[in-house]
């Protein structure tokens, strides 16, 4: 879990601890990675640490989440209107920060992703009232697939041809049941 207040010198001290962390696994695996490598990576204070974050993870979770708040303010701007926009820009915003991504790979944590969008679809009531709260869960799963795969296989695809896969994807599984 991370506690990060919404003030200038904390948000700037998470900023230095994400950097931190992904420089730390260019070099190393994500079990490899020590708090105090991040600190020293981000030049910020061990204690600095642990009154931001619990574990390595929750600043993976902090920088995937704050994507997910951009990508909110960005989409909320006149002229943005519809799902497409919205979930194209969470993928792109994803793919721009590719070293976020490459680390959520490389560590594996899945949840990371599909958490920061079920996060982002509740806050947008994206979800609509339908399914009961599953429609984040099984989209968030089959996003972060396709981003596991589009890192894996040398990020060939744009947002917009991703989600084009991910709409003929749904058209075609949802014949078939």
Request: aromatic share 10%; charged share 25%.
């Amino acid at each position: 879990m991370y506690q990060i207040r919404d003030d200038k010198r904390t948000r700037k001290s998470a900023a230095l601890l994400t950097e931190g962390l992904l420089k730390c696994l260019r070099d190393k695996s994500f079990n490899e990675v020590g708090i105090s490598d991040i600190c020293q990576a981000g030049g910020v204070s061990r204690t600095t640490f642990y009154r931001l974050f619990d574990t390595p993870a929750d600043v993976l979770a902090y920088a995937c989440d704050s994507l997910a708040e951009e990508s909110l303010k960005i989409c909320g701007k006149p002229g943005n209107h519809g799902r497409e926009p919205k979930l194209v820009r969470f993928i792109s915003l994803l793919m721009e920060n590719c070293g976020l991504l490459s680390a959520i790979v490389k560590c594996n944590r899945r949840e990371i992703i599909e958490n920061s969008f079920s996060h982002y679809c509740s806050a947008d009531n994206f979800q609509g009232d339908a399914g009961n709260g599953y429609f984040p869960v099984i989209n968030g799963a089959i996003i972060t697939s396709m981003l596991f795969k589009w890192e894996r296989d040398g990020k060939r695809e744009s947002a917009e041809e991703l989600y084009s896969i991910y709409r003929e994807f749904l058209s075609t599984q949802l014949e078939k049941i």
